[in-house]
């Protein structure tokens, strides 16, 4: 069972910047290929961003290309999400999930077996 932890989320004006981590103290994430999805109150879940177990395949959901980056340290066992230029309506629950492979299919990633609980993004105006 692989357990995913994110952390990092939290308040932030408008334009301001903040970095995610998914990490896994008990599995290895270098197996898994690792999206980022996030949930506004009264919103669908969205697909943020995907990145292929080697990095080599990168994906972006179109509100975020340009101001978010995915990355991941196979070293340090972990994932990131940096976040720029943030905007009110990137307030949301974030969460990271692992698969196999990135599915992307209209900016969402399908397939997706194992999930974390999810860190919370504020953006003031």
């Known amino acids: 069972q692989l357990q995913l932890v994110e952390s990092g989320g939290g308040l932030v004006q408008s334009g301001g910047s903040l970095r995610l981590s998914c990490s896994s103290s008990?599995?290895?994430?270098?197996?898994?290929?690792i999206g980022w999805f996030r949930q506004a109150p009264g919103k669908e879940h969205e697909g943020v961003a995907c990145?292929?177990?080697?990095?080599?395949?990168?994906d972006y959901a179109g509100a975020v290309k340009g101001r978010f980056a995915i990355s991941r340290d196979n070293a340090k066992n972990a994932v990131y999400l940096e976040m720029n230029d943030l905007k009110p309506e990137d307030t949301a629950v974030y969460s990271c999930?692992?698969?196999?492979?990135?599915?992307?299919?209209?900016?969402?990633?399908?397939?997706?077996?194992?999930w974390g609980k999810g860190t919370l993004v504020t953006v003031s105006s």
């Open positions: 999930a692992a698969a196999l492979m990135c599915v992307n299919r209209e900016d969402y990633y399908y397939g997706m077996d194992y």
């Open positions: 008990v599995s290895r994430l270098n197996d898994f290929a």
């Open positions: 990145i292929s177990s080697s990095g080599d395949y990168i």
